[in-house]
């Protein structure tokens, strides 16, 4: 009996041993090194430990997340961070990366009065009402009272302060750079909660002051996050503060992915993904960039073959004919599976040769030249350049004579044109389709999606 007890209290210091090295391995000596460990075991619950967890409160209580964000201590190369994250649609922190911005020193509430006060900025309350907006203020009079009202600064980077900025090292390649479409910068005094929603754009939020903390969906859950049922597609109706699980159910089915950011962090957040972003409390500034990206092919070419059988994805499926949530969870499934097929970035711009230098013990200004030796040093990727077989103005096959193309070449937000869109894509696997559209869709009213699902049809197959 006594070997007996021996061996459990032997069995048991070593699970405790163990526990401890994990959570050290987890957290590191300074609480934010990144390590595979810290990522939680997908422990299946039960729906009715789910509903207990989660019922009524804060989205994501009702199960712990799948992944803590893979962390980065240093910055990475355009072609890697392409490769290995946006072409996968990964989320990914670069720890400490805005630390080396001028904006990191120089955006005191004092800077800021000094060189931009008289500029006016769009106005948010904190907790992201996008109908009940207070009207646009002056940056000086904000910074008078942000502290003590319910007040948000969100708006564009305004041009004089970009210079603050300095382009992310992983992003200066023409093939992202070249694609920019927007900048935004947020200031409040703190404690903000945004809605849960999705952008369409790739997505770097750079956190200059204060901390975040943000919860992030696989647009395979959309139909689990109610996609269809919102009133202003794109933001789901599912509030982020308080889930009623009764009324939501398929909450419960949701699998998420957490990152926590410090001051200076950056965070990779992939287009089409769902997030809701929490602020910490005490002064708040952050800057995001946000870039335009397709994904590739699956087949050579941009042949689309007929829809054979009824797509499959993680999260649950719409029934309905059309569906903002299947054309989300169909997006990501075509990410995922033709990322081993994209070509690594090709960055030209940032190929320097040696040619270029000079070095010390150079003999001479015509030393060593040969013209037959040619060499570029460069990796050109796939030999199928995009550019040299695509219409920019057309993502679909245009060898089929019904391809959405020539009705929407003059306006594809023309009511007429998604459903046809719409249509199409029933009975076509067009890339088209998946890149379409969720840009289309999103932030549709969902009375104006109603009226052209409703709405006699412009296709004939």
Same mark, same amino acid.
């Given at each position: 009996m006594a070997n007996v007890f021996l061996v459990f209290l032997l069995c048991a210091l070593t699970r405790i041993s163990s526990q401890d090295d994990t959570n050290a391995a987890c957290h590191g000596t300074d609480g934010s090194i990144y390590s595979p460990d810290c990522n939680t075991h997908t422990a299946e619950l039960t729906k009715e430990q789910m509903f207990k967890n989660g019922h009524m409160k804060r989205f994501g209580a009702h199960r712990p997340p799948d992944h803590i964000v893979e962390e980065l201590p240093y910055m990475i190369a355009p072609e890697d961070f392409h490769t290995l994250y946006v072409s996968r649609h990964k989320p990914v922190v670069i720890k400490g990366a805005a630390k080396y911005w001028p904006a990191y020193t120089k955006w005191t509430d004092e800077y800021l009065t000094e060189k931009f006060g008289d500029v006016t900025f769009n106005m948010e309350t904190k907790d992201d009402d996008k109908v009940n907006l207070p009207p646009s203020r002056k940056l000086k009079d904000f910074?008078?009272?942000?502290?003590?009202k319910d007040l948000y600064l969100v708006d564009e980077v305004h041009p004089g302060m970009r210079e603050d900025v300095i382009l992310p090292l992983c992003l200066r390649c023409e093939e992202m750079s070249s694609k920019f479409f927007v900048s935004y910068y947020w200031h409040s005094s703190g404690?903000?909660?945004? %809605? +849960?929603?999705?952008?369409?754009?790739?997505?770097?939020? #750079?956190?200059?002051?204060?901390?975040?903390?943000?919860?992030?969906? %696989?647009?395979?859950? %959309?139909?689990?996050?109610?996609?269809?049922?919102?009133? +202003?597609?794109?933001?789901?109706?599912?509030?982020? @503060?308080?889930?009623?699980?009764?009324?939501?159910?398929?909450?419960?089915? /949701?699998?998420?992915?957490?990152?926590?950011?410090?001051?200076?962090?950056?965070?990779?957040?992939?287009?089409?993904?769902?997030?809701?972003?929490?602020?910490?409390?005490? =002064?708040?500034?952050? /800057?995001?960039?946000?870039?335009?990206?397709?994904?590739?092919?699956?087949?050579?070419?941009?042949? *689309?073959?007929?829809?054979?059988?009824?797509? /499959?994805?993680?999260? !649950?499926? !719409?029934? =309905?004919?059309? !569906?903002?949530?299947?054309?989300?969870?169909?997006y990501e499934t075509w990410v995922n599976d033709v990322a081993p097929l994209a070509p690594r970035l090709k960055c030209e711009s940032q190929q *320097? =040769?040696? %040619?270029?230098?000079?070095?010390?013990?150079?003999?001479? @200004?015509?030393?060593?030249?040969?013209p037959d030796e040619d060499w570029d040093g460069q990796n050109h990727g796939?030999?199928?350049?995009?550019?040299?077989?695509?219409?920019?103005? #057309?993502?679909?096959?245009?060898?089929?004579? +019904?391809n959405p193309c020539p009705m929407c070449m003059d306006d594809d937000a023309d009511q007429r044109c998604i459903r046809y869109i719409l249509d199409y894509c029933q009975v076509y696997q067009d890339r088209g389709c998946v890149v379409q559209l969720p840009q289309l869709l999103n932030k549709i009213s969902k009375e104006e999606f109603e009226y052209i699902a409703a709405m006699e049809s412009p296709f004939h197959s």
């Open positions: 910074l008078k009272v942000y502290q003590e404690n903000t909660s945004s %809605s +849960l929603h999705i952008d369409t754009d790739e997505n770097m939020l #750079c956190v200059i002051r204060g901390s975040k903390k943000a919860i992030l969906v %696989s647009p395979v859950y %959309s139909n689990d996050l109610y996609a269809d049922d919102a009133n +202003l597609l794109g933001v789901s109706p599912v509030p982020a @503060d308080k889930v009623d699980l009764e009324k939501f159910p398929r909450v419960m089915n /949701v699998r998420y992915h957490l990152a926590n950011m410090e001051e200076g962090d950056m965070l990779y957040l992939p287009q089409m993904w769902w997030h809701q972003i929490d602020s910490g409390g005490g =002064r708040q500034q952050a /800057v995001a960039l946000w870039w335009k990206s397709k994904p590739w092919w699956k087949e050579h070419g941009k042949h *689309a073959p007929p829809v054979e059988a009824d797509a /499959v994805f993680e999260g !649950s499926k !719409s029934e =309905r004919k059309y !569906s903002f949530g299947n054309a989300l969870a169909l *320097a =040769r040696m %040619s270029e230098f000079r070095f010390e013990t150079d003999k001479g @200004d015509n030393w060593g030249e040969n796939s030999e199928e350049d995009e550019s040299e077989h695509i219409d920019p103005l #057309c993502d679909f096959d245009r060898t089929n004579p +019904l």
